[in-house]
């Protein structure tokens, strides 16, 4: 994300956890303002120590407070069958990253609404903790904690439920209108063209706002050039998916392939194959059937004293399921698998039997031949 590092710090039901390096700068803004303004101003007469300290605690309470917010979007999309690669902190707040789009109006619905509503109860327990420590005269240390998180949770909900794609409120709108429409593509386009006007309307606030002095403003500033620049960019790759959703792997693939017998010693294929070749991966067959694939980059994790000893076939990715398609299928389906941090290629089998290759470079070459005949 923003080409920095990410890093993963645990894995909660089953989800990975990470976060990317613009997370510390945000995390760091939010401690920073807590200590040296809000802190100050609502319980004054405390040593800076004790600002810091608490401010601290009240920033990781409120980031723990997004990660339950995304957690609950992502339980919700499992257990409507979707893949959930990881959950991302980042400089924006929190993001689940799903490999598949949910498939109907009804499951998108709920799981968008999930995140908001998880803010929503974790608000409703901190204002009802907020009566029950006034009702026993709790001191301002504890109580004001509790009341920042109580209103921050409500913000989130709320900002988060505006109507414009892709926030939560966005995709909630959208799945009313794919509901009304059963067209999922004109539904995106009407949530998207929403997110992009409450992106500039945050923007016109933010304007306002500085030339009336206040300079907090700037953040919506930030947040509406975010939202209607991802707005756009949502629409745009929903189209391009429905796109490559019309075109077949068959359509697309390289035939014949050039392929490797799994008995071939590593040493052979450097040789033969990668040095001079034209192709960094190959598939990997044996007795006619296809089992694998090998890539140039197995080779490289493979001490260069084991090549003559160890086969392509022991270095090769052979979890199957991950590298074949069927001709038939389209090519939005294997998209996840061309990612750069995927296998980076498919392969064509017909009843078991090699019948082309479709690697990224394939695709990219579809999507923008599609490009300039628009
Ligand atoms: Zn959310």
Not at 107 to 124: C, I, K, R, T, Y
Not at 202 to 214: D, E, F, H, K, R
Not at 338 to 358: N, Q, T, W, Y
Request: glycine residues 8%.
């Amino acid at each position: 994300m923003f080409g920095l590092r990410s890093f993963t710090i645990g894995r909660f039901f089953g989800i990975p956890l990470e976060v990317n390096s613009s997370w510390f700068l945000v995390f760091f803004l939010v401690a920073y303002t807590l200590s040296t303004s809000y802190l100050p101003a609502a319980m004054p007469g405390q040593p800076s120590s004790v600002h810091v300290f608490i401010a601290l605690a009240m920033t990781a309470a409120f980031f723990a407070s997004i990660v339950l917010h995304e957690f609950a979007h992502s339980l919700v999309a499992r257990a409507g069958g979707l893949k959930i690669s990881r959950i991302t902190l980042f400089v924006f707040g929190g993001v689940s990253q799903m490999e598949d789009e949910p498939t109907g109006p009804g499951l998108e619905f709920l799981m968008a609404f999930a995140g908001p509503a998880m803010s929503l109860v974790l608000s409703a327990v901190c204002f009802g903790a907020m009566a029950l420590m006034r009702s026993a005269h709790v001191t301002s240390t504890l109580l004001i904690p509790v009341q920042y998180l109580a209103y921050i949770n409500l913000s989130v909900a709320v900002f988060n439920l505006l109507p414009g794609f892709p926030l939560d409120g966005g995709r909630v709108l959208r799945s009313i209108l794919w509901a009304l429409t059963g067209d999922m593509l004109k539904a995106t386009r009407w949530a998207s063209r929403m997110g992009q006007l409450l992106g500039y309307a945050l923007i016109a606030i933010a304007v306002v706002g500085v030339l009336n002095g206040s300079l907090d403003l700037i953040w919506f500033a930030v947040m509406g050039w975010f939202l209607s620049t991802l707005a756009g960019a949502a629409y745009q790759q929903q189209l391009l998916k429905v796109r490559l959703s019309e075109v077949p792997l068959s359509a697309v693939m390289s035939s014949p392939v050039a392929f490797v017998s799994s008995d071939t010693t590593l040493e052979e294929m450097a040789h033969s194959y990668f040095l001079g070749g034209r192709h960094s991966r190959y598939p990997v067959v044996s007795e006619g059937k296809v089992i694998g694939l090998i890539e140039l980059q197995a080779m490289r994790d493979m001490p260069r004293d084991e090549w003559a000893s160890k086969t392509v076939g022991e270095a090769a990715h052979t979890d199957l399921a991950a590298v074949v398609a069927t001709p038939d299928v389209t090519i939005d389906r294997v998209l996840s698998r061309l990612e750069p941090s995927g296998p980076g290629a498919v392969l064509v089998v017909e009843d078991g039997r090699l019948a082309g290759i479709v690697t990224r470079a394939d695709v990219i070459r579809l999507v923008s031949s599609m490009d300039r005949q628009q």
